[in-house]
């Protein structure tokens, strides 16, 4: 669940940028987040404690090893691999959050509330803490929107005697969980204790640590059978049916995941069903859903559905996050190859590839994520000092090219001794039995002949001990490319007990070995790298103090040299040409926090040269993933985004406005034109990339935004900068929703069955025993288009009842039912089949022995957008009272089903309409015959 979450995340300009920064000795770059997992063994008692760990997929790092006042002795660049096992590892708390938009209830975990953070890029559990801390505020810097996930969703949106009005949440180890390295560890659950509607008592407290693991623990060849539960009290006996048990079951769960109970419940006393969390038919996936190849490879991809068979009429698209033109190619079956890319690339392509597909008349897609994969040929250790006739080095190559068929050799001064270690890949080397000077770079390469590539590795041997710190310890170089400063800090000389005086007779000579100059100044030198060589390499700068107030002092620095070509940093865009921000639809909408306002923005790149040629390269996705709106009146206040699975604004929410990625349900504003004609979003082209975003008001001010988002040199680049602006920002007004009365509703009665009996002079009632009417429910206020309703929500009863009199022998009897199809504005959802009845009313016609109400449409089904109440007529139910059910709370119908109906929905405008609907009062003459709408 949460793994199609983080891939659907890619296309939707709401993932986690990659990460690069530097803590202490140890830096990073490029660190991908994969999708987060949980784990159950910090959960105690009734909290709401997790694990999460976030696996970092790809990136390089680096780190050096010093004492106080050294240089470095040990240094190693290496690259995360998938599958590697390094990760971030938090505490976190899951969070409850209510919607009343849609009246839901989410458990989910924030990224950036998590605790206790350690990442074991390294193996120094401090040196784990630190790089924790810096990632975790890495996160906590993110908009919500990209560090959110959902683990569940509670609809309390339903009117069932089963559905949840009301959760609380706690999560529980499985037994043995705890144990580290036990088969079940980290094993667990999220306990979900839920207030069900028929329910009038809240229930007890919490459980506590004695609370028993529900889930069983059968497997088959090893394989665990359950993975979920579920328990509804005896209480609610008289409505456990398949029927309400399943609308208890899609309460639960996102769209896409079903339980499936295996084998038939159980019911000693409580009703107990054990199943497994699954993916619906109609959920698609892509497998492999996360993969990584080496350039040069190919994969194939599959869109399955959530019973397994393959998805028909697919066509495929890939696309590269960080380096735009290098998205690779994929087949029409959907075999993905890693080949003929136009420019050389950074290490990692972040590639997306996506299915498109057909799923009810609407356009859909699911994705995969693919890491392509370019890693240079590199040594590691990069860096060890040695004694002379001190113990061994291992070497060992890893990277493009590091195979058996590699060559190794000791540059100059060829000092010691280099043996093959256990294999090609390897090598072992020893150092000299003595020395005669206190320090010596001793260089070692390897090369892969048949790529081209190389790679070097120093051992630093050293006669006299520790030597004094050069700072940066390491860096890396470009040929060609600027310069690189070093120095050794002011305050070691102190440190070492050289006096301010004794200082200015201090000789320092600065020099290099390998490659590249140095202008010396002191305690400073400034390094040039050579302006191209054909292999990367490593330089020494070394530093040698002397003077009469000192012994011979001496410390070093390492430089990683590299050419342009081979650091593989993806060529970028140097100028934007073009940076609008429009509104193509207008830029109006209800001040409701639902109807939305497209705005299209627009980025144009100038062509750079690359190789001789003029190349046109675009904004990347990874830089459009930080594009927001900005309120211009301020200090830069971005536009907050929604939660991505919200969509609107909450009717309590304070904000006057919002953003989203998401194209909600809702129709834009129309114009005095009629309705919005929405143009769809004109395709990207070689330097120009559009996106759309949608503002949400819920202030009927006139209001000013621009858009910006931060370029992959860290630059923010805004719509208001470019010299010669156009349409660098959009002015949008709020308009307030319309006051409404009830002559702006149709409530219309339509006969369209009748039973025994006979119509006299048009009465439809006194001499018809039997009858069905369908009233249709529309909005048709004066001045303004016409506007079916897109949502729904029953507030109570679903259902009303009257009988002809309370007499103990009264069997003339009405009831309600209803039909809603929503009028939705990119394709028709599946019809509703028949009508709908209260829970309690069919349990109050099943205890007085009569059929249940007709639910047939009678050729007469709803249309989008309309809402249609049943009335029914019958002669014979007998009359219940809730004194007849004695003490049983599950059996007072009356209480329930005498009130009206209150019915919440929102028109395809995103407005909102709250109204009743239910009998006349009964003390007037054939109030039971018809329906009455007063708008609350």
């Not at 306990?191 to 069983?216: N, R």
């Amino acid at each position: 669940m949460l793994e199609q979450q983080f891939t659907a995340a890619f296309n939707a300009s709401r993932f986690i940028s990659p990460c690069s920064g530097t803590v202490g000795d140890i830096g990073f770059s490029a660190l991908v987040f994969g999708a987060p997992v949980l784990s159950f063994e910090v959960a105690e008692g009734n909290g709401v404690s997790a694990r999460l760990s976030i696996p970092i997929l790809a990136g390089s790092f680096w780190e050096t090893q010093r004492q106080a006042d050294c240089s470095a002795s040990h240094a190693r660049h290496s690259d995360v691999q998938r599958g590697g096992g390094t990760a971030l590892r938090m505490d976190i708390d899951l969070e409850l959050v209510n919607s009343h938009s849609d009246n839901t209830g989410r458990v989910s975990i924030g990224l950036s509330k998590a605790r206790d953070p350690v990442c074991d890029l390294v193996s120094d559990p401090e040196q784990q803490r630190v790089i924790g801390e810096y990632l975790l505020e890495y996160l906590r810097d993110q908009p919500a929107h990209q560090t959110t996930y959902e683990l569940a969703v509670v609809d309390s949106g339903r009117y069932q005697p089963l559905n949840p009005v009301r959760f609380v949440i706690c999560t529980q180890a499985a037994p043995g969980a705890r144990v580290p390295g036990a088969q079940n560890a980290g094993d667990g659950a999220i306990l979900v204790f839920m207030k069900l509607l028929a329910l009038d008592d809240d229930g007890g407290t919490l459980p506590g640590a004695d609370y028993p693991y529900l889930i069983p623990n059968d497997a088959d060849d090893g394989v665990p059978r359950y993975s979920a539960s579920l328990f509804i009290s005896e209480k609610l006996s008289p409505f456990v049916n398949d029927a309400n048990v399943d609308v208890l079951k899609d309460a639960l769960l996102p769209d896409g995941y079903t339980f499936l109970v295996e084998g038939n419940p159980f019911w000693p006393r409580d009703y107990a069903y054990f199943g497994n969390l699954a993916a619906t038919r109609t959920h698609v996936r892509i497998e492999p859903s996360q993969a990584d190849i080496n350039i040069m490879e190919s994969l194939d991809f599959t869109a399955r559905r959530g019973d397994g068979s393959a998805v028909t009429d697919v066509s495929w698209t890939s696309s590269c996050i960080n380096s735009p033109l290098l998205k690779g190619e994929i087949s029409s079956s959907g075999r993905f190859s890693a080949a003929n890319y136009p420019i050389e690339g950074p290490p990692v392509l972040m590639t997306t590839v996506t299915a498109h597909y057909t799923e009810d008349g609407r356009a859909a897609e699911a994705s995969a994520f693919l890491l392509v994969r370019y890693y240079p040929l590199r040594l590691d250790p990069l860096l060890s000092t040695r004694a002379p006739g001190g113990e061994a080095v291992s070497l060992e190559a890893v990277g493009h090219g590091a195979t058996n068929a590699l060559g190794w050799q000791l540059l100059e001064p060829k000092l010691g001794e280099l043996k093959d270690g256990s294999g090609g890949a390897s090598h072992v080397y020893t150092p000299p039995g003595a020395g005669g000077v206190p320090m010596v770079a001793q260089r070692i390469q390897s090369d892969a002949t048949a790529e081209g590539n190389s790679a070097q590795a120093v051992v630093m041997l050293l006669a006299g001990g520790g030597a004094i710190p050069v700072e940066p310890p390491l860096v890396s170089g470009v040929y060609g490319q600027g310069e690189l400063h070093f120095e050794v800090p002011e305050d070691v000389l102190g440190t070492l007990g050289v006096t301010a005086t004794a200082e200015e007779d201090l000789f320092w000579h600065w020099s290099v070995i390998g490659d590249g100059s140095l202008i010396a100044e002191g305690r400073t030198a400034r390094f040039t790298p050579p302006a191209s060589r054909v292999k990367g390499a490593v330089s020494v700068v070394t530093c040698e103090v002397l003077g009469p107030s000192v012994d011979h002092l001496c410390g070093y620095s390492l430089v990683e040299l590299v050419n342009a070509s081979d650091a593989r940093e993806s060529p970028t865009w140097e100028s934007l040409l073009g940076f609008e921000v429009t509104a193509p639809d207008g830029a109006q909408a209800f001040a409701n926090g639902m109807q939305q306002i497209r705005v299209r923005i627009r980025l144009e790149t100038a062509a750079i040269e690359l190789d001789g040629e003029n190349v046109l390269i675009p904004v990347s996705p990874a830089e459009m993933n930080t594009l927001t709106l900005v309120y211009r009146d301020s200090q830069g206040a971005e536009v907050p985004y929604i939660d991505p699975n919200q969509e609107g604004m909450e009717f309590e929410d304070g904000r006057q406005w919002a953003a989203s990625v998401r194209r909600n349900r809702f129709n834009l504003h129309p114009s005095a034109l009629g309705p919005a004609q929405e143009d769809p979003l004109p395709a990207s082209d070689e330097g120009t990339t559009y996106a759309d975003r949608y503002l949400y008001l819920k202030t009927d001010s006139a209001v000013e935004f621009y858009a910006q988002f931060r370029a992959s040199t860290g630059a923010i680049m805004r719509s208001t900068s470019l010299d010669d602006p156009i349409n660098e920002s959009i002015i949008v007004k709020g308009v307030t929703p319309p006051a409404v009365v009830r002559d702006d509703y149709s409530f219309e009665r339509k006969r369209v069955w009748n039973g025994e009996g006979k119509i006299v002079d048009d009465d439809d009632f006194s001499y018809m025993l039997q009858s069905i009417d369908f009233w249709k429910l529309s909005f048709l206020k004066s001045g303004y288009e016409p506007a079916g309703f897109s949502t729904l929500r029953v507030e109570a009863n679903t259902s009303s009842i009257q009988w002809e009199s309370e007499l103990l022998d009264e069997t003339f009897f009405s009831c309600t039912g209803y039909v809603f199809q929503p009028k939705e504005r990119t394709a028709l959802v599946p019809a509703p089949s028949a009508l709908s009845f209260d829970p309690y009313l069919l349990a109050m016609m099943e205890e007085v022995d009569h059929a249940k109400p007709d639910s047939s449409f009678h050729s007469n089904p709803p249309q989008p957008g309309e809402l249609i109440v049943s009335l029914h007529r019958e002669s014979d139910v007998k009359y219940w009272y809730d004194g007849m059910g004695g003490v049983n709370p599950m059996k007072k119908f009356r209480a329930v089903l005498d009130r009206p109906m209150v019915y919440n929905l929102r028109d395809e405008n995103g407005n909102r309409h709250r109204m009743q609907i239910g009998f006349k009062d009964s003390s007037l003459p054939g109030s039971r015959n018809e329906l009455d709408l007063i708008l609350r």
